[in-house]
């Protein structure tokens, strides 16, 4: 069975920084599979943030992340995190880590929710002006 768990997460002012982390369990191959970041803020669909293939590296929704975020993975650790710069209160949202449909499944642009088939509970992120 998989299980994600994200942490981090917090309140923040805007100009600050968070580094979200996302520990994942029960996925042979870990360092195959694609993983990814996704935020939802209240009243919205849940939207791609960032996500990182083993081969091809790391894709990014440029227009919200804007050079701010970074995702990385820790492949000795099945570990995955997105460094979250310059926060803005647009950032505010809970953040959801995510696992692909299986290993060397990498993902490619444009990328949606259906490309993953895992999910963490999710960790709130809360930036103040």
């Known amino acids: 069975q998989v299980l994600l768990v994200e942490s981090g997460g917090g309140l923040v002012q805007a100009g600050d920084s968070l580094r979200l982390s996302c520990a994942a369990s029960g996925l042979t191959l870990f360092s195959t599979y694609a993983m990814g970041w996704f935020r939802q803020a209240p009243g919205n669909e849940r939207s791609f943030v960032a996500a990182?293939?083993?081969?091809?590296?790391?894709?990014y929704n440029v227009d919200s992340v804007k050079g701010r975020f970074t995702i990385s993975r820790d492949n000795a650790n099945n570990m995955v995190f997105l460094q979250m710069n310059n926060l803005n209160t647009e950032d505010t949202a809970v953040y959801y880590c995510?696992?692909?449909?299986?290993?060397?499944?990498?993902?490619?642009?444009?990328?949606?929710?259906?490309?993953?088939?895992?999910w963490g509970q999710g960790t709130q992120v809360t930036v103040s002006s």
């Open positions: 995510a696992a692909g449909r299986g290993p060397f499944k990498a993902v490619r642009t444009p990328v949606g929710t259906d490309d993953f088939a895992s």
């Open positions: 990182i293939n083993r081969i091809t590296g790391a894709i």
